[in-house]
């Protein structure tokens, strides 16, 4: 199973980086796959620590693949590690095994400190859009464009139907990224 959730992380100086992942559940441990290179690898390879936040607001999502990285967090409880204040839940885990990859090593943790802030009452179809569309931004030079295009005019539908401020605020900092990319694109 994946779940898609928000992973803080800290390096030894304290830094604190927010990062939207899919994490796999499996056997009671979280398997933690960020590309090469990236600073979720870095710093939990560094501290062996990290945090997967559950959390509802989808602009936390688009904001940190939009250079919107400046949340709200406060320290962890049992590991030396930061939480997002917004998020619903989270669970702070150690690293106890690493599997090598020239792409996407696999991070094995397991938790060592978990805590429910809130009820998660369940996500709206906006939501689920803006969570998709996220994840087609993460992929933009990986997928052809019209691809993209073509599932963000079917999560467009969702989103029209269903969007709060929050919803729309998130949908809007995404679009611009992909208006941006057509125009490089278009430029070359």
């Not at 899919?22 to 398997?31: A, M, Q, R, W």
């Not at 709200?72 to 839940?89: C, D, S």
């Not at 991070?107 to 179809?125: D, E, I």
């Not at 691809?147 to 949908?171: D, F, P, S, V």
């Amino acid at each position: 199973m994946i779940q898609e959730t928000i992973v803080t992380t800290v390096n030894q100086q304290g830094i604190v980086h927010i990062a939207p992942m899919g994490i796999h559940v499996e056997n009671n441990e979280f398997i933690i796959l960020p590309f090469k290179p990236s600073t979720t690898l870095n710093n939990l390879l560094e501290t062996e620590t990290a945090v997967i936040n559950y959390c509802t607001d989808v602009r936390v999502f688009a904001g940190c693949l939009t250079g919107r990285r400046n949340w709200a967090v406060k320290p962890a409880e049992k590991i030396n590690g930061q939480v997002l204040v917004n998020t619903l839940a989270h669970t702070e885990v150690e690293l106890i095994r690493v599997e090598e990859d020239d792409l996407r090593p696999k991070l094995f943790c397991k938790t060592v400190h978990s805590v429910n802030h809130a009820p998660f009452t369940g996500f709206n179809r906006a939501q689920y859009a803006v969570l998709e569309a996220a994840i087609l931004i993460s992929r933009l030079k990986m997928l052809p464009l019209e691809k993209i295009e073509a599932e963000i005019n079917y999560l467009r539908i969702g989103l029209e139907k269903t969007a709060g401020e929050q919803e729309l605020e998130a949908w809007g900092w995404l679009m611009a990224v992909i208006d941006d990319y057509k125009a490089e694109v278009k430029n070359k």
